[in-house]
């Protein structure tokens, strides 16, 4: 990924962003300095923060990356899947309700989830919520359209 233009984050702009973060995620990212990148090949943008690639924009919403969400734990709009929908899941399949083994409560459709998998808990992508977390779980069905995950483009750059 080419990188276009790279500029640091007003103070106000790193506010407003923590402030999503912790709201939507209850995490609270701390760093010295906040940098958006924009790429020339891609609708990509991503937040570094002290130089990692941890926030992401999908569509107009900012969201933590699979970096990010490792680096944070979030406890909200958390989906867990177990070690049978791991392969799928890291490869950018969407998740299907078989492999859900738990998903938070405060999750809507087209809420943005971070999705991790049971036995350690290590995030594995982002996507995109189909159904309420409570209907998450089940027997058959797609329910969160994948958008980010471990080994693609915005995995692998480093800024």
Not at 72 to 84: F, I, M, S, W
Request: cysteine-free; charged content about 30%; aromatic content about 6%.
């Amino acid at each position: 990924m080419q990188v276009k233009s790279r500029h640091h984050l007003r103070s106000d702009a790193v506010s407003d962003l923590e402030d999503v973060l912790e709201e939507q995620l209850g995490v609270s990212p701390e760093g010295d300095a906040y940098e958006r990148v924009e790429f020339e090949d891609t609708d990509w943008e991503v937040v570094l923060i002290d130089g990692e690639p941890q926030v992401a924009e999908f569509g107009d919403d900012l969201f933590l990356t699979v970096r990010g969400a490792n680096a944070y734990e979030p406890e909200k709009r958390l989906v867990t899947v177990d070690a049978g929908a791991v392969s799928f899941v890291s490869d950018g399949a969407d998740v299907m309700r078989p492999g859900i083994t738990e998903a938070t409560a405060d999750i809507s459709p087209d809420d943005l989830v971070v999705i991790a998998e049971e036995s350690h808990g290590k995030v594995l992508a982002v996507g995109r919520a189909r159904v309420d977390g409570a209907e998450m779980a089940g027997n058959e069905g797609k329910v969160v359209d994948s958008l980010h995950h471990v080994g693609d483009e915005l995995y692998e750059f480093t800024g």
